[in-house]
T-cell receptor, first 113, second 114 residues
């Protein structure tokens, strides 16, 4: 069974631009979560989606948004990019929110210049 | 709010030896899960082992085992017969039973010396 896939793997943007990252969960998995990893702040939870609904959200500004489609694929969008948004963005999936283990994708490395 | 603390930023172990990585957490909840994830240079986060808080028995996965002390809120990872491929950043993580949100520690960078 294929793992979690994320596209693109690498991205370079400039300040003020917006970016959309995509995540396809493991087949059959319906819960998708997003995390941001930076050297300064470590790993931080962004949000979680299940059945096309955002169920939980971390402490990030409104520039960070996401959505989930009916096939469970998820996208996250960051508008008006700032230098501090440079990070590795990780997506994780689980069968349902009740299943305790999340499986991670390889991440998208975003560099904001 | 829940917190996870890893007090060892770096550790080193000789190949074939045993090493223990420390993790403590703080929570007022009684129902939760604890995890150890491994992140090699590829940055892919790989699940190493998980522990349900309601289980008293310590989890074991091949060469990896945990020492879960619920009262002390301690969750250490023991790696036996260390291999070169074990070299990675190891993260301890906490998850409430009711919320799909992992809270991570700051990580321990493990080096394995040949």
């Amino acid at each position: 069974k294929a793992g979690v896939t994320q596209t693109p793997r690498y991205l370079i943007k400039t300040r003020g631009q917006q970016v959309t990252l995509s995540c396809s969960p493991i087949s059959g998995h319906r819960s998708v979560s997003w995390y941001q990893q930076t050297p300064g702040q470590g790993l931080q939870f962004l949000f979680e989606y299940f059945s096309e609904t955002q169920r939980n959200k971390g402490n990030f500004p409104g520039r960070f948004s996401g959505r989930q489609f009916s096939n469970s694929r998820s996208e996250m969008n960051v508008s008006t990019l700032e230098l501090g948004d440079s990070a590795l963005y990780l997506c994780a999936s689980s069968l349902t929110p009740g299943e305790e283990t999340q499986y991670f994708g390889p991440g998208t490395r975003l560099l904001v210049l | 709010a829940q917190t996870v603390t890893q007090s060892q930023p770096e550790m080193s172990v000789q190949e074939a030896e045993t090493v223990t990585l420390s993790c403590t957490y703080d929570t007022s909840e009684s129902d939760y899960y604890l995890f150890w994830y491994k992140q090699p240079p590829s940055r892919q986060m790989i699940l190493v082992i998980r522990q349900e808080a309601y289980k008293q028995q310590n989890a074991t996965e091949n060469r990896f085992s945990v020492n879960f002390q619920k009262a002390a809120k301690s969750f250490s990872l023991k790696i036996s017969d260390s291999q070169l491929g074990d070299a990675a950043m190891y993260f301890c993580a906490y998850r409430s039973a009711n919320i799909v949100k992992l809270i991570f520690g700051t990580g321990t960078l493990l080096a394995v010396q040949p």
